[in-house]
Structures are given as structure tokens and as C-alpha cells.
């Protein structure tokens, strides 16, 4: 039985589903309960549930992330509660340069990452570089303005569909210790990035990039965040912006439909 924490995420979504597909027996962690029987309530915060989610499991594979500095407490929560039900194996996903950037919330992933090498337990460690997705969302959250303000420091975008069929490869492997990092196949300047983007859009909008300031700026600057080439991922950015566009075309036509009353 694989017990996967963030099941119902960006990554855990499909990772869960290439696990079923895979064949393995597969319980779904969340917060919220659904009529799911594969679907196990537990509060990672808290460590409320963990112990009943962990009967009968041998590999946990812990994605349960969140926008803030607390992810390691959560860790901590699981190792407790994985000390009382002995696993066979914990897969950890975590991020490109945690051990060598400034900013907060990466200096909390590698604080995860040591903890659970501490812990007695089996484990594998996948870094990944940001998914497509992240990056995009700095487009979408700009897409009445005239322009595109963009940072001006390199990314390495890949598709969290290779990184689910990347963590499925690790399950299988068994603990691997702190395996090479994952990353999509180019490393691009974000106004790079952006103007593939708003070409995909059909967009015709400037890019001015502007630097990031202080330390996190110049950990972004020296591009610890980025993995090394070929970087394991092979779908490029610019085909996650035209799907995107194609998706975006499809559903604005499907709402023009129900407006008009044609069905």
C-alpha cells in the first residue's frame, strides 16, 4: 500500500493516477474527506489521522506542500507517526538549490530534507526545477495589463506530468538516498519565457524584465535554482503555453455557446 500526502495537488493528481495505472494500491491523503474509499482524512499540521492513514502502508510518498515556511513541521508530523508504523520506503519531493538558496521557503524544504535523513527511515529525495504552471501563473496574473513584468534571472520550467512518471520510476526503484535532480530541457530568461507566452496567447505585449534585489535576488542571479542539462524533463515551455491557449480558446467558446442558448 503507497500512502501519498498532497494527493489531491498539482503533482499528487497525476502521481496518483500513474501509481494506480502502474498497479500499485494507492491511498489518497487530504485534509477534506470525499466519497472516495481510496481517500484517507488526516491533518499533516496536527498529526491528526496519520497514525489510522499509516495501517497496512510500506511506501509514503510525501508531496504535501504549501505556500509558506511550516512544510518541515509537517514533515516532522509524518516522521513521528511513520516512526510508530515502520516503513519500507518515503519518497520526498522537494526542490532544485534548497541547500543553497536565501529564500525562506527553500531553506524549510532542505530543513524537511534533513530531518527525514535523520530518521532512520529508507528514503529517496527527487529536487525538481518549478513546474510550468508556477511559471505561468505570473503571466495569467498580468493578463489586463499592457505590458509583462517579468524577473530578470533564468528558470528551467518542466511538465508535472514528468515529474509524477519520474517520482512512479523512484517508487519502484526503492530507496535511492538523494537521487539527480529534475528539470525540464531548457534553461530560459523568464522574458523569454513570457514572450512564448504571449505569442502562444496571441498577445502583443512588451516585456520588461526588472532585477530582484538582495539576497534571494542573488541567489536567483547565480541560478541555484536550476538543474544541470540535459535536465531529465523533455516537454518544452512553449508547448505548455500553446495547450494552455488551445484549452483557454476551447473554453471561451464553449461559453459563448451556453450564452447564446445553442446547445
Keep these: 500500500?503507497?500512502?501519498?500526502?498532497?494527493?489531491?495537488?498539482a503533482l499528487g493528481r497525476p502521481t496518483v493516477s500513474l501509481l494506480t495505472a502502474a498497479g500499485h494500491d494507492v491511498r489518497a491523503l487530504s485534509r477534506q474527506p470525499a466519497p472516495d474509499p481510496a481517500r484517507v482524512v488526516?491533518?499533516?499540521?496536527t498529526g491528526a489521522g496519520l497514525a489510522a492513514a499509516l495501517t497496512g502502508v510500506t511506501t509514503v510518498v510525501h508531496l504535501a506542500t504549501g505556500a509558506n515556511t511550516h512544510d518541515s513541521q509537517q514533515t516532522r508530523q509524518l516522521l513521528r507517526a511513520i516512526a510508530g508504523h515502520p516503513?519500507?520506503?518515503?519518497?520526498?519531493?522537494?526542490?532544485?538549490?534548497?541547500?543553497?538558496?536565501?529564500l525562506g521557503f527553500y531553506r524549510d524544504k532542505h530543513l524537511s530534507e534533513q530531518f527525514i535523513a535523520a530518521s532512520g527511515a529508507p528514503y529517496t529525495i527527487l529536487r525538481a526545477t518549478q513546474f510550468h504552471s508556477f511559471v505561468a501563473r505570473l503571466f495569467t496574473a498580468q493578463r489586463r495589463?499592457?505590458?509583462?513584468?517579468?524577473?530578470?534571472?533564468?528558470?528551467?520550467?518542466?511538465?508535472?506530468?514528468?515529474?509524477?512518471?519520474?517520482?512512479?520510476?523512484?517508487?519502484?526503484?526503492?530507496?535511492?538516498?538523494?537521487?539527480?535532480?529534475?528539470?525540464?530541457p531548457g534553461q530560459l530568461s523568464f522574458r523569454q519565457l513570457?514572450?512564448?507566452?504571449?505569442?502562444?496567447?496571441?498577445?502583443?505585449?512588451?516585456?520588461?524584465?526588472?532585477?530582484?534585489?538582495?539576497?534571494?535576488?542573488?541567489?536567483?542571479?547565480?541560478?541555484?535554482?536550476?538543474?544541470?542539462?540535459?535536465?531529465?524533463?523533455?516537454?518544452?515551455?512553449?508547448?505548455?503555453?500553446?495547450?494552455?491557449?488551445?484549452?483557454?480558446?476551447?473554453?471561451?467558446?464553449?461559453?459563448?455557446?451556453?450564452?447564446?442558448?445553442?446547445?
Design 87 to 102: 516503513i519500507e520506503h518515503l519518497v520526498f519531493m522537494s526542490i532544485v538549490g534548497v541547500d543553497k538558496h536565501s
Design 145 to 184: 495589463l499592457p505590458i509583462t513584468v517579468v524577473p530578470s534571472f533564468r528558470m528551467q520550467p518542466v511538465a508535472v506530468d514528468e515529474v509524477a512518471a519520474r517520482l512512479v520510476e523512484l517508487v519502484d526503484a526503492g530507496p535511492s538516498g538523494r537521487v539527480d535532480d529534475f528539470g525540464g
Design 1 to 9: 500500500m503507497i500512502l501519498v500526502t498532497g494527493a489531491t495537488g
Design 194 to 263: 513570457a514572450q512564448q507566452w504571449n505569442a502562444a496567447h496571441s498577445l502583443r505585449k512588451p516585456v520588461w524584465s526588472l532585477p530582484i534585489l538582495g539576497a534571494v535576488g542573488r541567489s536567483f542571479a547565480h541560478g541555484v535554482h536550476l538543474a544541470s542539462l540535459p535536465g531529465g524533463g523533455n516537454i518544452p515551455f512553449s508547448a505548455y503555453a500553446e495547450a494552455h491557449a488551445r484549452a483557454a480558446g476551447a473554453a471561451g467558446a464553449a461559453g459563448s455557446l451556453r450564452g447564446s442558448g445553442t446547445s
Design 42 to 45: 488526516a491533518d499533516l499540521s
